[in-house]
């Protein structure tokens, strides 16, 4: 591949239908050699049709727009003629772009190969971060990886050239960086198969995690559905100093919100202490926001973003930001569903945690909470890192804090692992030294990956079930998330704190207050962190890691062998039978907690993300049955038995006994991952009845023709027993608005009927009767 001296990136800023365009050439940065490959061109983006789409939607509604209604509304397919009411309507929009990472691109991409599409319809990406487990450090790490999981890259890379979809090849790092890095910028709508998506929200984009499922709507062409947004306002004053950073703000903003605040709702930050905070601190707080529910968190455009997009060598994209900036910014007066203000001057150091990353605590007290508790004090491990906070100023930051512990003398007593977030990132403190001081301080320097963060960790310091303490700073920490050991407790903070702990080996240790003793007795206190926002010398791209498609890809031959147990053709799923769903056995009554870990665990499960029936063998094994307190142990009711979950739903699917499962409140938080929704589908399940759902899981069983329904009452939950059998009537004359019931036949043989509600439309009705979104796709296309 020839290699070109760029002095600055080229954007093709071409006029069409009278209107300007800004194609975005993601050329890295001026001044350095890169690979013509690297020019993977995004969308194009109309900002003339952005501002026409604006202004019709804000005569038609006669107020104020919220930033995030501007860039929504903003790609409306039909701006006339939408339905507009936030909270109620469901939107038909035209995003941008596609993004999916390699877990959740296997599934995605065979499922577009079923639609019997030649080409994708809007620039697409799949980016290698997922499969990566973290061992012994990044170069043997990766190397193994590629080897362990050459099937599958290999299916990605072809898949990819031959449907017009570039390839971020395994080691170029985290999907979410290399998005911000190349793809996002002001204005822009992307969705991508992960739900830390939001994350472009730093740049002052709208990107929403999604399921596979809606992937392949949008790479096929079609208008893509979202239920209109309620619009969450967090207004910023004072500014972060100190000890305080960017990620204190989203932990804080958890603690108030809770895991299931954010629902049906876009968090749109503004306000004076906005300036305050780096663009990629920006990012960190977006990305997180999934934490909350939250559909996906926004910043307005500010210098800080403009800086930004000029470092990464999108200069002219900065301009025309500048151009347009009234589009990128909320209107004066505009309203919000809800309001929350933050002072940044106010604002202390937070640790959240354990088990839920919405238990929010200061960490000046979480000494003594965690001493209450029982907690364990002392900090086996800490990880800095992740799609969250692995920016070139978070590991500044830490590096900072490790520089003077050395000057000291003294090195971490806790284990300490560091995940650079890209290549870029990666080959850039490398260069300015931070790589040097964190492995002087005790850090393993790990593989450009999502790593422990996912689950893909093979620790093996302490034994499943021995109960210790982490601290990350990540985004998550349910139960067992990062190292498949229920007993650990995972704390997650901003990555100069972990430093802070790794080094003092304790929870209770206040860097603000506290001090440390040095090898010669003197006593010794931290200094605040200090870290440079972005790289003087300019970005180091360093290795070439990207594959862009093919101008035609028709003759590249994309293999899947029958015999393999990584990658499996899927085969549809049956029709709607067109009568009610009679006399169903409850599968599983879940207590408390379920998040998509629960229901579909990551870690070494990974590895059969392509294959639906392998991976189907860890459905809800992390649930916790209601009837037995147990988790994987179940009554098989045709045999009376007990067995794992998914033994019993094979069981009861081989005797064309249909399923249900029960569940609690915000059932399916967490990861975008649909295989939540394809296993229990292809396990024989045909609904799932909750208190109430996270969004991306409750459109992914929509998808796959599983029916997600809330209980009318919640007390309702109390009524159905775990031996129930249960009939959903009402679905002859299934429309929306209208409740479904639900026919409960007790053991004991009393019987009760109580009523559910649904968020069906029309369109998802249709799906529901096709069996499957995707069924639905086909019928329209012939």
């Not at 093709?12 to 365009?21: E, P, S, T, W, Y």
């Not at 393993?444 to 960790?457: D, E, F, K, S």
């Not at 589908?681 to 109430?692: C, D, E, M, N, P």
């Not at 009393?750 to 439309?761: D, G, K, V």
Request: proline share 5%; glycine share 10%.
């Amino acid at each position: 591949m020839a290699t070109y001296c760029l002095t600055v990136s080229r954007l093709q800023l071409a006029l069409g239908h009278g209107a300007r365009r800004l194609h975005v050439a993601a050329a890295y940065r001026a001044k350095v050699n890169v690979s013509m490959s690297r020019f993977e061109p995004t969308s194009f983006v109309n900002y003339e049709k952005l501002q026409s789409n604006i202004d019709i939607v804000r005569k038609r509604l006669n107020r104020p727009l919220t930033l995030s209604e501007k860039i929504v509304y903003g790609h409306l397919d039909d701006p006339h003629n939408q339905d507009i009411d936030r909270g109620r309507t469901y939107l038909r929009l035209r995003p941008d772009r596609v993004a999916m990472q390699d877990a959740t691109a296997q599934m995605a991409m065979l499922q577009f190969i079923s639609s019997g599409l030649p080409k994708v319809a809007v620039p697409s990406t799949i980016h290698c971060d997922h499969l990566i487990e973290a061992q012994t450090g990044g170069e043997e790490d990766l190397a193994k990886a590629k080897e362990v999981n050459s099937e599958v890259y290999n299916f990605l890379s072809s898949a990819g050239a031959k449907y017009g979809v570039g390839f971020w090849k395994p080691g170029s790092g985290i999907i979410h960086q290399i998005i911000l890095e190349n793809y996002a910028y002001p204005g822009v709508l992307l969705i991508g198969t992960d739900s830390h998506t939001p994350n472009g929200g730093g740049l002052g984009s709208i990107c929403i995690g999604v399921g596979g499922a809606d992937a392949v709507d949008v790479m096929a062409g079609i208008p893509w559905e979202l239920k209109c947004p309620n619009v969450i306002g967090v207004k910023l004053t004072g500014s972060l100093s100190g000890w305080t950073s960017p990620k204190d703000v989203i932990l804080k903003v958890a603690g108030i919100l809770t895991v299931k605040g954010g629902t049906g709702a876009i968090v749109e930050y503004h306000g004076p202490g906005v300036d305050s905070i780096s663009c990629t601190g920006m990012a960190t707080i977006c990305n997180m926001g999934a934490e909350i529910g939250a559909t996906t968190s926004v910043f307005p455009y500010n210098h800080r973003m403009r800086t930004y997009l000029e470092k990464t060598g999108r200069g002219e994209i900065a301009a025309l930001s500048d151009e347009y900036s009234d589009l990128l910014v909320p209107d004066e007066g505009c309203q919000y569903d809800q309001l929350i203000e933050l002072n940044l001057d106010e604002l202390k150091p937070h640790i959240n945690g354990p088990f839920t990353p919405d238990l929010a605590h200061p960490v000046s007290e979480i000494g003594a909470v965690a001493e209450k508790n029982g907690w364990p004090l002392e900090v086996k491990v800490g990880l800095i890192g992740s799609c969250t906070n692995s920016s070139y100023e978070d590991m500044g930051r830490a590096a900072s804090v490790a520089k003077q512990a050395l000057d000291k003398g003294l090195i971490c007593k806790a284990q300490f692992t560091v995940t650079p977030g890209s290549e870029q990132i990666r080959a850039t403190i490398e260069r300015d030294g931070y790589s040097k001081v964190l492995r002087d301080v005790g850090g393993v320097v790990l593989a450009n990956a999502c790593g422990p963060c996912i689950g893909q960790w093979d620790r093996r310091d302490v034994k499943k079930g021995e109960k210790n303490t982490i601290v990350t700073s990540f985004n998550r920490n349910f139960t067992a998330r990062n190292d498949a050991n229920p007993a650990t407790h995972a704390f997650v903070t901003s990555p100069e704190i972990v430093t802070a702990m790794a080094i003092a080996g304790t929870l209770n240790f206040n860097p603000e207050t506290d001090y440390l003793t040095t090898p010669s007795g003197e006593k010794f206190m931290f200094d605040p962190p200090n870290g440079d926002e972005l790289p003087s010398k300019d970005f180091d791209p360093g290795q070439d890691t990207y594959q862009h498609p093919p101008p035609d890809g028709s003759s590249v031959k994309v293999d899947v062998s029958p015999q393999s147990n990584r990658l499996q053709l899927l085969e549809p799923f049956d029709r709607w039978s067109g009568s009610d769903l009679v006399d169903m056995q409850v599968l599983i009554k879940v207590k408390g907690k379920c998040t998509t870990d629960h229901i579909s665990a990551a870690g070494p499960w990974l590895k059969f993300r392509g294959h639906l029936d392998n991976i189907s063998n860890n459905m809800l094994i992390g649930a916790v049955n209601s009837e037995n307190d147990a988790i994987n142990k179940i009554k098989n009711h045709l045999t009376g038995d007990y067995g794992g979950v998914p033994d019993v739903a094979r069981h009861y699917k081989a005797n064309s006994l249909s399923w249900v499962v029960v569940g609690d409140d915000n059932y399916g938080e967490g990861s975008s991952r649909e295989h939540a929704a394809l296993e229990p589908r292809h396990l024989g399940g045909r609904a799932i009845i909750v208190k109430s759902f996270a969004r991306i899981h409750e459109t992914n069983l929509k998808k796959q023709g599983v029916l997600p329904l809330t209980f009318s009452n919640p007390s309702d939950y109390d009524k159905i027993r775990p031996d129930d059998k249960l009939s959903i009537t009402g679905l002859e004359t299934f429309t929306p608005g209208t409740p479904l019931s639900a026919l409960l036949k007790h053991s004991d043989g009393s019987e009760e009927t109580i009523q559910l509600n649904h968020t069906f439309n029309e369109g998802q009705i249709e799906w529901f009767q096709a069996g499957s979104a995707l069924n639905r796709m086909k019928e329209l296309m012939h």
